[in-house]
């Protein structure tokens, strides 16, 4: 187990080195001197220009520059913004939250919604439900999401007023040092409507993040649950005269979510590149509307600081997918 | 199941049931890929012949007199601009028409690239194993470790925005699977009989790559473009709703869609139609895909 353990981590390894690599490559292969780009339009004389690149370390070889890169990413220095002058790390952990909000409540609506649709595709296989749910799975699956988002917006801010179009919550809540967790930060906090305030924010957002997951997962715990159902015990259990319920729900569930698991955690890199577009459309102020900002405002250190952020932090969940995976099942512990 | 529509087929129908031949049968018994496959070559007529059907000039702009005008069937709309007009007066269903050209374009570049070089690094791999081997595929690994949308910006930041920058970077971040698959074919191939005796016979290795191996490879290949002609379409329009893509007046959908939001509280057609091609376009390259798989391999029939 432990060499496992080892294994896994040692593999991440070059991941992260690659996707440091193609975030250095970024910033350098961007035309622009970058001093000029630090001072803007302001004249600067050639020793200070020169004082200036050695105090950056942009005198030195490609490769030392990347070492030396490396170096600062790993004591937690992603350099500073250019627009915001913070450090980037400061910027992207004060955004995070909602993020990561976003993106639970997102996986939460999709599995609530994808194993019972699934598994009722699999137990009336061929029927009209079949038919029509998994259609719809198709459906979302070839979704534009920022188009879904958009259509969403139209009907239930636009047309019927139900809900707000951006943000994260009213104006008229403020919470002195919340966690940054907005259901949380509300619900703790003893103003009224505060909470409802937040839900209603979140649920359109949480909607069109989860549909791809959503789909992806319903199919998935369709085709499993068909592979489960034909299997002997599956019968034998029907033969006990157990109740249906108690046989799909139970035996055959059960040992139906192992693949649907794994799909699962395959999905939070979906979640991350999703979050960008999602984000995006309705104003939610996480990392990836703040990334897609960065970029319009050429603020390079943030984008650089900010992939390589998401990056890591998508590689190490899905190493810790891979851990519990290899905890949950021995069988995988040994294959290489 | 296969055998007896073999059987079937052989006493009634044709007498020589070639393989292409039972596959286009299991295929066009697929009513939802059939319907996708009519639908693309619809949507390859529309793009082919988009200056003949469609109404008006997709970039001809008219601020003064016809700014948002709504679909023929609502009130102030005209048939002259079946599904309205856009901010700047542009015929949104000629736009639409001529998207057809932008997305389909796409799809055939973006796939056509990731799949010629995801083939030569997968057989490389396969062919050679060892250090090219591991190379190839931890490169792979990295690729497929970042979301592909987050990849994607990245490379469009690097090299700039615009539609072909946009395509190289879809294609990049789609490479793996082909890789990936190749080379998982490729390793099965090499154990088997006909392999060996080709190189028994003095086959070179160029001439086992792409000879002997890859035709027999074909498959899952076959089935990861379908479906990759719908990922490149989807993320090239996510990248072109972004402003990273296709760059205004081109009339692709995404970046159509990207000019729509702000008028999204007083003119609903511009946000939805745009959209409603993408979702439909997408829609029917993942059925046929689908339906190619089902074909294709017949271990994971129904």
Redesign the interface.
Known sequence: MIRFVIQRVLLII??FL??AL??F??IH??PGDPIQMMLGEKVIDPARKAAMLAQYGLDQPLWMQFLQYIWHVVQGDFGKSIVTKNPVLDDFFSLFPATIELAVCAMVFAIAVAIPAGVLAAEKRGSIYDHALMGAA??G????I???G??L??LFS?QLGWTPVSGRIDLDYYFDDGTNFMLWDSLMSDQDGAFISAVSHLILPAIVLGTIPLAVIARMTRSAMLEVLGEDYVRTAKAKGLSRFRVVGIHALRNALIPVVTVIGLQV??L???A??TE??FSWPGVGSW??NS??QRDYPS?QGG?LL??TF??LI?LSVDLVYGVLNPRIRGRR | MTETAVAVAQTTAAPVLTPRREIWLSLRANKGAMAALSLIVLLILCAIFAPLIAPQDPIAQDPINRVLMPPAWDDGGSWAFPLGTDGLGRDMLSRIIYGSRYSLMIGAIVVTLSLAIGVLLGLASGFYRGTVDTLIM??M??IL???????A??IV??LGAGLRNAMIAVAITNIPHYARLTRAAVLNELTKDYVVASRVSGAGTLRLMFKTVLPNCLAPLIVQSTLGI?SAV?DA??LG????GAQPPTPEW?TM?AD??QY??RA?WT??F???A??VT??AF??LG?GLRDALDPKLKR
């Open positions: 070059p991941t690659g996707a193609l975030t490559v970024l292969a961007i198709l459906t699956y070839s979704m534009p920022f188009w879904w958009l259509l917006i139209l636009v890199g979906t991350m590149g999703g960008i577009l995006n459309i990334l897609v970029i319009y984008v992939v998401i990056a998508v590689i899905n | 931890r490169l690994d990295i470790a970042l979301p592909s949308l987050l990849l910006i990245v930041v690097l719908s989807l329009a996510a709703f972004l402003n990273l995404g869609l729509a939001r999204i509280e609903y946000v939805t745009p959209g409603l993408i979702l997408v829609l993942n059925l689908d």
